[in-house]
C-alpha cells in the first residue's frame, strides 16, 4: 500500500541546496528527475532566488544536464509579477532587482519606473547599487507599498559561504524606513497555489522538497502540501527537532528519497 508521499502526483523541488550548490550537482539529483519524467510523474523547479528570469533557469538547469522547459519551472520572480498586476494594477513600481527581474516584471505589463511609483519591490539584487537603496528608502518613508520576492537573508554558495540575498536587503531598508515587506516566495503559499490550478492538481497531492525549515517545509505547511526535508543544505536534525516546523518526511538527500518511491 502506498504512502502519502508515494501517491503524491506532482514533486516541486527547491534548487540551491537540494539538486545542486553552486554549480556543483548533488548526487543523485540527475537521477530522480530522470526517474519522476519517466515515471510520467509531474516536476517542478521551485525557487526563491528573483535574481533570474524562468528563461534562465531553464538554460542554466538544461546546461546542468536537468531535462528543463519553461513549464518545469516557478520562481519568486514569476509569482511576484503576478500579485502585483493583480494587487497594484494601477501602480509604478520601482524595482531594487536584477536585469532579468526588471525584464521578467516589464514582460508581465507591470510600468517601472523611479518617479512617485506607488510600490517599492526587491528582489535577490546581485547588481545592488547605493543610489538604487537611496532610492527606495525615500519612496518607503513616502508611503509607497513595500513588497518583496522572496524572504531569504542568504543564498546558499559552495565551501560554507553565503550570498547576502533579498531578506537582507529588506532588512536594511527596514531599519532605515521602519517598514516591513509583503513576501511573495516562500513560505507564502501563492507559487504553490498557482501551480495547484494550473495543473489540476490538489496541494494535498504535492510534495515539495527542500532545505529550509522556514521557507521549503514552511510553505508546504502554509498550502496544506506535503513537506519532505532532505539534509544536503543547511538543516540538520537537532535544528529539526528544536523546530516549531516539522517535515512529514526526512531524507539524508535525494538518493533517499528516491529509494523511497520506488523509482
Known sequence: MKDTLQS?????????????????ILPGAHEIIEALDKAGICYIYLTNNSSRAAADYVTRLERMGFPCTKANVMSSSMATAEYLKENYPCQDVYLVGTDALYDELKAGGLPLSDT?????????????????????????????????????????????????????????????????PFYIGKPNPQ???MLSKQHG????????????????????ENAGAVSVCVLSGETNREMIESSPVKPQYVFDSVVELRAHLNL
Do not use: W
Open 8 to 24: 503524491c502526483k506532482m514533486f516541486v523541488f527547491d534548487l540551491d541546496g537540494t539538486l545542486y550548490l553552486g554549480d556543483e
Open 116 to 180: 512617485d511609483p506607488g510600490v517599492v519591490c526587491v528582489g535577490f539584487d546581485t547588481q545592488l547599487t547605493y543610489d538604487k537603496l537611496n532610492k527606495a528608502t525615500h519612496f518607503l518613508r513616502r508611503g509607497a507599498a513595500f513588497v518583496a520576492a522572496n524572504p531569504d537573508c542568504t543564498c546558499p554558495m559552495p565551501n560554507d559561504e553565503v550570498l547576502p540575498d533579498c531578506g537582507g536587503i529588506c532588512a536594511l531598508l527596514t531599519a532605515c524606513t521602519g517598514r516591513e
Open 191 to 193: 507559487m504553490l497555489l
Open 201 to 220: 492538481i490538489p496541494l494535498s497531492q504535492i510534495a515539495v522538497v527542500g532545505v529550509r525549515l522556514y521557507t521549503d517545509i514552511a510553505v508546504a
